[in-house]
């Protein structure tokens, strides 16, 4: 998850709580490899993801869990491509792969993970993207734009990861949530 709150236990009147899009093993490792590459403090600690939601909600986790399954399960499977680089600098150190394909089914779930009990406040408007580089040294991070911007990658979503925080503040998989079940059997 980028955005780095206060963590907050599920336990809590408020917790943190995070929804995201793994990649498939063989990607998910290629870029970790990439942004190791690149210097990126944070690829050792957090596997490569699309971000759908980050930080604090309120209200109670068994609201909020049943909230993100009944998302999910309304939710048909969606291709995502990556294509080429991006960077949210100077407003943040951040070079991305940009979602070229999948990018409109991303916003959607995104704004119906937000309604209800998931409603809250975001520092940035919501924005599609795969992390590569994020607060690594100037050189790496001209090197993730440059030398990723002929990527080209998809493949096809087909369950998200529901990750809360830990009494350490540290992100943990509660569960993973197949799309497109609508109270069928996983």
């Known amino acids: 998850m980028e ?3 206060v963590p907050i236990g599920r336990g809590s009147a408020r917790f943190s709580l995070g929804i995201v899009i793994a990649l498939p093993p063989a990607l998910s490792g290629r870029i970790g490899r990439l942004r190791s590459s690149f210097g990126d403090p944070f690829a050792d600690h957090e ?4 971000t ?37 600098r100077p407003a943040s150190e951040v070079v991305y792969l940009k979602v070229a394909q999948g990018e409109g089914a991303c916003r959607n779930l995104h704004a119906r ?16 993207h795969l992390t590569v580089a994020h607060d690594a040294p100037p050189d790496g991070m001209e090197r993730a734009l440059h030398e990723l911007a002929d990527f080209d990658a998809e493949f096809v979503v087909e369950r998200i990861g529901l990750f809360s925080t830990d009494d350490d503040g540290q992100w ?7 799309l497109g079940t609508n109270g069928r059997e996983n």
Do not use: K, M, N
Request: hydrophobic residues 40%; contains cysteine.
């Open 113 to 128: 993970l937000c309604d209800g009990p998931l409603e809250h406040q975001v520092a940035f408007e919501y924005h599609p």
């Open 52 to 88: 759908l939601i980050s930080g604090a909600a309120s209200g109670a986790w068994d609201e909020a869990h049943r909230h993100v399954a009944r998302v999910a399960a309304q939710t048909d499977a969606f291709t995502i491509r990556l294509r080429g680089t991006a960077s949210f």
């Open 47 to 50: 596997a490569p993801h699309i």
């Open 172 to 178: 943990t998989l509660s569960e993973e949530l197949t």
């Open 3 to 5: 955005q780095r709150d």
